[in-house]
């Protein structure tokens, strides 16, 4: 079946670092996969997404790359700031499972 | 343009009894999927409606179940309360056909049994 694996959080970085996060994914065919973010006390709102090998989905500073060869959909930001604290899921999407399959989540803190 | 909404935030009930979630989607949107967020973990898919009818569903017993309405509004029912029933409950809303089948998420209602 379709699965997603995240590195385990938390990271705690200090405000301007690089953040990367590390989703990999199995799934037969092409996936769409997505980024949502959830900030304390909240739902999760959609962070990012790609549809076909190669594209990079970006917003608000964050990229991710759809990497086929290597499953992988690492998410990214060059400079953090205090109010990216929060987790961060990755997950996917096949339109035969009419469904989003998400990862474990990793949180994020980023101090001043 | 109002968001998908849910209520009630909170509840909290006892083993055994029964709960009733609701949900309302995005403007424009017709299909509701419901997720179980155990804490310190990702949603898991329990089930979606389109058209009054369970589409598809996640691997959750019948003691989960559902209904939509023809205003495309939903509720999740749960029976026989369990302890690890204890969780926050999304739903999100998307429109059939439409790109990526992308789905919008509520704020959620944290549920805890005791």
Known sequence: GNSVTQMEGPVTLSEEAFLTINCTYTATGYPSLFWYVQYPGEGLQLLLKATKADDKGSNK??????????????????????????????ALYKAAGNKLTFGGGTRVLVKP | DAGVTQSPTHLIKT??????????PKSG????????QALGQGPQFIFQYYEEEERQRGNFPDRFSGHQFPNYSSELNVNALLLGDS??????????GGSLNEQFFGPGTRLTVL
């Open chain 1, 61 to 90: 500073g964050f990229e991710a790359t759809y990497r086929k060869e290597t499953t992988s959909f690492h998410l990214e930001k060059g400079s953090v700031q205090v109010s990216d604290s929060a987790v961060y899921f990755c």
């Open chain 2, 15 to 24: 083993r055994g009894q029964q709960v009733t979630l609701r949900c309302s």
């Open chain 2, 29 to 36: 949107h017709d299909t509701v999927s419901w997720y179980q």
């Open chain 2, 87 to 96: 969780a926050l409950y999304l739903c999100a809303s998307s429109l059939a």
